[in-house]
T-cell receptor
Framework: NAGVTQTPKFRILKIGQSMTLQCTQD?????MYWYRQDPGMGLKLIYY???????DKGEVPNGYNVSRSTTEDFPLRLELAAPSQTSVYFC??????????FGPGTRLLVL | KQEVTQIPAALSVPEGENLVLNCSFT??????LQWFRQDPGKGLTSLLL?????REQTSGRLNASLDKSSGRSTLYIAASQPGDSATYLC???????????FGKGTKLSVKP
């Protein structure tokens, strides 16, 4: 039981490049979330999903896209990377809306 | 719009002290409140979760209280240890979607 896994752990992107941040959970949780954490700040919600095939925007969705084709996976797509997207990205999951388990994070640097 | 504030932003104490971290939120219509611990370069570890109907939760040396009507929560750490050094985040869960609204955290340093 790996819980929540995120790949890659660290990535450097050039401005305008694209990439997908992977999040996989093996707990059969319906709820999945993507947050970003900027230095010295709390986490802010980018997108969330309440089940396969259902996604919705959070507080800071601009520049990102998501999909949820399976219960296990919730990838986050950056199409045109910008320096403002330099951040640490955390994936969270929950069986219900009661509590969340977080992955170890992906550190992204856009230069 | 829900806003979560944590005071102080940073705290340094000698080992063995009891300490209190504060969290306030602007909208009392919350589902629950969680305290997390974050170590440098690491993910988040859930410490305590308080349901909106509860007043407090305890786990070992940690005690979290919730006063929903005043929009406040405190995290009490007894007999602090150097291993408690980390950033502590408060987050409220206010909606059916379960997404969390986070404070900026309190960075705690416990000196030996």
């Amino acid at each position: 039981n790996a819980g929540v896994t995120q790949t890659p752990k660290f990535r450097i992107l050039k401005i305008g490049q694209s990439m997908t941040l992977q999040c996989t959970q093996d707990m059969n949780h319906n709820y999945m979330y993507w947050y970003r954490q900027d230095p010295g700040m709390g986490l802010k919600l980018i997108y969330y999903s309440v089940g396969a095939g259902i996604t919705d925007k959070g507080e800071v969705p601009n520049g990102y896209n998501v999909s949820r084709s399976t219960t296990e996976d919730f990838p986050l797509r950056l199409e045109l990377a910008a320096p403002s997207q330099t951040s640490v990205y955390f994936c969270g999951t929950g069986r219900t809306q009661e509590t969340q388990y977080f992955g170890p994070g992906t550190r992204l640097l856009v230069l | 719009k829900q806003e979560v504030t944590q005071i102080p932003a940073a705290l340094s104490v000698p080992e063995g002290e009891n300490l209190v971290l504060n969290c306030s939120f602007t909208d009392s219509a919350i589902y629950n409140l969680q305290w997390f611990r974050q170590d440098p370069g690491k993910g988040l570890t859930s410490l305590l979760l308080i349901q909106s109907s509860q007043r407090e939760q305890t786990s070992g040396r940690l005690n979290a209280s919730l006063d929903k009507s005043s929009g406040r929560s405190t995290l009490y750490i007894a007999a602090s240890q150097p291993g408690d050094s980390a950033t502590y985040l408060c987050a409220v869960n206010g909606g059916s979607q379960g997404n969390l609204i986070f404070g900026k955290g309190t960075k705690l340093s416990v000196k030996p």
